[in-house]
């Protein structure tokens, strides 16, 4: 009550459960999403004045050019939205002023929460690199780095024993998650622990670089067996040659998902080269400059270097910087708002500063972007439900109710293209509707949802594969011609924005068995076993459609030597799906 | 210093005594124009051609308004805004246009409106309502008997009839809007001046909204009076209650019936499940500006009557702009707030809740009225003596030009109906052989289109199905 009294209600309360956050998937998880921003919004009504520094109107500056130039660019999609909304959350957390003994006592507390979530994880599974309850154990690790850093430096009131005990069990949960993100902190922890203790401290440096070692040797030896690790090279290249395309204003506010797979140029398994896409760039610096070029990453470097000048928590703050090197932290909305949080608390305690500007907030002026923005989360939260509950009877082969709740989700929010997807997916099975209603609606469905995601191949795709199961269909004849022209045409769409798809590519195939396009479809075939040697369905297809006897001979041979791969070789899901293992993928 | 600042020179007090007649007299004819003048043509809304000039007119008023360094209230010209931004990016902008024109037409009173033009127009309103009064019994023995012998359409034959009366407006409920704001008014002018001509307009516009036998209206007038004569006096005030209880009752049944009455309430409650449950399918933004038109044959209730709008602004705004409407709404009734203290605040409460039950807001000839009350009952400014160049005045000029041009090309154009565009596409495709992009066509005209008025298209699509289906 004394600190509310002193600090403000939202000063304790969002940093409050900006920690609880943490233990819904790293703040993933919809009611993180989703309700946290409007309780923020809440807030804004509820305080009477808010004051905002140079460094917030250039952060809203730059997050409204991204936005806007997202959206003239027509390379806007939900997340674009998202990105807005919650970085003008991440603009009003900085506008707090919350204690520092309450920042690292939170801090600290949930980082040895998660430690014990995570030694459990560990005696449960018997398995290191445990994530606690984050979505990866990189995460985890940069959560409890920032926990261990605050016990070793920043925490007052405690003990050498105690803080030793507490540090040694963080110690403990950071070596169970085994990230590599993790070794580069504790490396950095130690340099920053060299200078602070001087020759003193030489035995606690020369400890936790042995940490540090030990850390990184285990996850080495981890990785040898296991070669997709050692991908993130890979990426960094898609990313560099993205980045090329449009080194000065990027693509736009969270497009890179869509964008960067089409630049990845493979991982080489046994039988199979495109398993993964990366959708991500795994770098915090890399994932700006992609997104908002060099112009916004420099608009956006200064507006945190404004932050980040007037911060008592510099030395933290940096951390979460480094661990951005080689990770994506801020897709962890926790971690993204931690970071914003250690750039609220100023060197000494003052609420006002020179060039700061007071703004007085009434239910007036405030009323309506707080209903549109809750009414737009309550919206966003409502068809998340009902997606969830399409997936659920999907699973189940309840496939009207399916239908009924994907449909309903899409119509909510209209600019989600997985509900989209998910409907046109179960009404393509779905027997009772008439067929009239049905080819009408999925066109309906697919043609809105890709004018609304003009970036996502994969809604091109699944308006190809619409179109090719109306040509598969009995009757219908006189509509195929240009059915037919449709689904080339959105193929080609779907190739143009990530060309080195195998699906894509065998879609596209599929479409050209239905002309007489002899060339195309050869060059097709030829691409394709180019990308993926091991892609039964091609050769089959391919088997079924030429009349040139060497050319079928050649898919005999590759058929059989698909054929006579033992299935108790290691095949990831993928590889079982393109050898036909598994039931056919497309 | 101040006469090189931009608008200054124009802050001339001659400059504006030479022009405030003229912009007198302007404001007048443009309201005239959009009600109709009476013996000479209907309202612009109903002689359709006409609506060009008023729109000019309505531009000079703006640039006029601009002058006087006259500002749009924030929550109106946000309002104003939204739709004119849905209307931009509405899926069907001749369907969305035709109402942001109408709305055009009327919101700019707001603009051009102020304090000082209430001691001129309400007698102005009085004198003109007598007028209409002349002119709707002049209607009603002359000119309807002679049409009578030529219309054979049933229901402009009811119409003429006589049952029910709506002098140059298009409808016997937009009419009675007009009657409704002028009693009012009358009433309020008479409790302030007992000994007053006002009777006259009074008593004769009461009648003749009686005679317009329109049900909301009449109740929405009724219950304004008695809230008005309770604050001045409580023995009149439930005097009035008691009588126009009694008698306004007796004299409903015995026009309209409970039977016409009762379908009159199941066809609202119809329309207005309709228009829910297209706010449900399009939550977000809506359908679009004025697409509940299009999409209403879609969502119609069984039995239900086959309407253009959902007769309801709020339903109309929630079907149409989803979230966004819904903060229209909001807006409006922030607008209508600020004006709480303002002597004019019943009569504009009362054209709103019109507004709430019936479809006016859309049509300029009587929705001009609530504008130019509420541009009437907002705090009285020294327009003129503010110097250099308004920032306010300067965004409302721009908003409004930007909706002045979109709206001038559709009442100019005449962009066909959504419906009768589709038709000629559904047309072409089938002429070029595109019979994906044709049935895609047919599928949605069928949909989109009014049963009762095109039999044929369903008839055609069962047709085609066999033929798509080979």
Not at chain 1, 19 to 26: A, D, E, I, Q
Not at chain 1, 128 to 153: C, D, E, H, K, M
Not at chain 1, 206 to 234: E, I, N, Q, T, Y
Not at chain 1, 506 to 517: P, S, V
Request: glycine letters at 6%.
């Amino acid at each position: 009550m004394k600190s509310i009294r002193r600090f403000g209600t939202s000063d304790i309360i969002i940093p409050l459960v900006i920690f609880v956050s943490s233990f819904l998937n790293g703040g993933e998880h919809y009611a993180v999403k989703y309700l946290l921003p409007l309780m923020g919004i809440i807030f804004i009504l509820k305080e009477k004045k808010f004051v905002l520094q140079r460094s917030h109107f250039v952060f809203i500056f730059f997050l409204f050019f991204s936005f806007v130039f997202t959206v003239l660019t027509g390379m806007a999609n939900t997340d674009t939205v998202n990105f807005l909304l919650w970085g003008l959350f991440l603009a009003y957390v900085t506008t707090k002023a919350p204690s520092k003994a309450f920042l690292t006592q939170g801090l600290i507390v949930t980082s040895l929460l998660h430690t014990g979530i995570l030694i459990f994880q560990w005696i449960e599974r018997g398995a290191l690199r445990q994530p606690s309850t984050f979505v990866n154990a990189n995460w985890a690790a940069v959560w409890i780095a920032a926990g261990l850093y605050a016990a070793l430096f920043m925490w007052d009131a405690s003990g050498p024993r105690l803080r030793g005990t507490v540090s040694f069990l963080l110690a403990a949960g950071f070596f169970i998650t085994l990230s590599r993100t993790g070794f580069l902190l504790l490396f950095m922890m130690s340099l920053i622990m060299a200078r602070r203790l001087g020759k003193r401290g030489r035995k606690a440096v020369l400890l936790l670089l042995l940490f540090a070692v030990l850390l990184f040797a285990l996850r080495f030896s981890r990785d040898v067996k296991d070669p997709v690790a050692f991908s993130r090279g890979k990426i960094y290249d898609a990313a560099g040659k993205m980045f090329l395309q449009r080194p000065v204003l990027g693509y736009g506010a969270a497009v890179v998902d869509d964008r960067l797979p089409h630049y990845f140029s493979g991982e080489e398994r046994t039988y199979s080269r495109y398993s993964l896409f990366p959708r991500m760039a795994h770098s915090v610096y890399l994932e700006s400059l992609l997104s908002f070029g060099l112009f916004g990453t420099l608009i956006l470097g200064y507006a945190i270097y404004g932050f980040y000048k007037r911060s008592g928590y510099r030395a933290l703050f940096l951390l979460l910087l480094f661990a951005g090197i080689f990770n994506n932290i801020e897709k962890s909305f926790s971690l993204l708002l931690l970071g914003a949080l250690f750039l609220t608390v100023p060197t000494t305690f003052k609420r006002e500063e020179k060039e700061s500007y007071a703004f007085a907030v009434t239910w007036k002026k405030g009323f309506l972007p707080v209903f549109l923005i809750s009414y737009y989360f309550m919206l966003t939260l409502l068809s998340h439900f009902f997606f969830l509950a399409g997936e659920k009877a999907m699973t189940e082969r309840r496939l009207m109710d399916s239908f009924r709740y994907y449909y309903r989700s899409y119509r909510i929010l209209p600019l989600n293209p997985l509900a989209a997807e998910g409907a046109v997916r179960s009404l393509l099975v779905i027997d009772q509707i008439q067929w009239d209603v049905k080819l009408a609606l999925c066109e309906e469905i697919l043609s809105s949802s890709a004018a609304l995601n003009r970036q996502n191949p994969k809604i091109f795709w699944s308006q190809g594969v619409y179109y090719q199961a109306l040509l598969h269909s009995t009757g219908l004849t006189p509509l195929k011609p240009e059915a037919h022209a449709r689904a080339m045409q959105s193929v080609e769409q779907a190739l143009a924005l990530h060309g080195n798809n195998p699906r894509y590519m065998f879609l596209k195939m599929a479409l050209l068995a239905y002309t007489t396009e002899e060339e195309a479809f050869e060059k097709t075939f030829y691409d394709l076993i180019s990308l993926e040697p091991y892609y039964r369905n091609a050769y089959e297809l391919m088997m079924q459609r030429t009349s040139n006897e060497e050319l079928k001979n050649f898919c005999t041979q590759r058929i059989e030597v698909i054929n006579n791969i033992p299935h108790s070789e290691p095949l990831n899901t993928y590889e079982k799906n393109i050898l036909g293992f598994n039931g056919s993928l497309d | 210093m101040a006469g090189k600042r931009m608008g200054a020179p124009l802050q001339a007090p001659l400059f504006f005594e030479i022009l405030k007649p003229l912009f007198i007299s302007l404001k007048l004819f443009y309201l005239a124009l959009l009600m109709g003048i009476p013996f000479v043509t209907g309202s612009v809304y109903v002689q359709h051609p006409l609506a060009p000039y008023a729109l000019l007119l309505a531009g000079l008023l703006i640039l006029l308004g601009f002058l006087y360094q006259k500002r749009l209230p924030f929550p109106a010209a946000a309002a104003f805004l939204f739709l004119f931004v849905a209307a931009l990016l509405s899926p069907e902008k001749t369907l969305s246009f035709e109402y942001l024109a109408a709305f055009f037409l009327s919101f700019t009173a707001l603009l051009v409106f102020d304090p000082a033009d209430e001691k001129l127009l309400t007698p102005f309103l009085a004198f003109y309502s007598l007028t209409m009064a002349c002119y709707v019994a002049f209607q009603y023995y002359v000119v309807y008997p002679s049409l009578l012998a030529q219309v054979t359409d049933p229901a402009q034959r009811a119409i003429l009839r006589g049952m029910r009366f709506f002098g140059t407006f298009a409808l016997p409920n937009i009419y009675s809007f007009f009657l409704m704001a002028v009693v009012l008014l009358m009433f309020m002018r008479l409790l302030k001046e007992k000994k007053s001509l006002y009777w006259i307009p009074f008593l004769v516009n009461g009648t003749m909204l009686l005679l317009t036998r329109s049900f909301i209206a009449a109740v929405l007038t009724f219950l304004m009076i008695v809230i008005l004569a309770l604050k001045k006096n409580k023995i009149l005030g439930w005097g009035i209650a008691g009588a126009g209880l009694s008698l306004g009752g007796l004299f409903f049944l015995l026009t309209r019936g409970t039977e016409s009455l009762g379908q009159s309430l199941f066809f609202r409650y119809a329309n207005y499940v309709s228009a829910l449950r297209i706010f449900r399918d399009y939550p977000l933004a809506g359908t679009g500006l004025n697409h509940f038109d299009l999409y209403y044959p879609l969502y119609r209730l069984e039995g239900a009557n086959y309407v253009h709008n959902a007769h309801a602004l709020p339903f109309q705004m929630m079907a149409d702009l989803g979230g966004i409407g819904i903060a229209v709404l909001l807006l409006l009734g922030l607008f209508l707030w600020s004006l709480r203290k303002s002597p004019f605040f019943p009569l504009l409460m009362a054209l709103m809740l019109h507004f709430v039950f019936d479809l006016t807001f859309y049509i300029p000839s009587v929705a001009a009225l609530f504008w130019a009350y509420a541009g009437i009952a907002q705090k009285k400014r020294e327009y003129t003596r503010k110097k250099g160049l308004s920032l306010p005045a300067l965004a409302s000029l721009f908003l409004l030009c930007a909706a002045f041009i979109p709206s001038f090309r559709y009442y100019t154009v005449n962009p066909p109906h959504p419906v009768r565009r589709m038709e000629k596409e559904a047309r072409l495709h089938r002429e070029r052989g595109a019979l994906y992009s044709h049935f895609i066509t047919m599928y949605k005209l069928n949909q989109f289109v009014d049963a009762k008025e095109k039999p044929q298209i369903r008839e055609q699509y069962e047709e085609y199905k066999k033929i798509w289906n080979q």
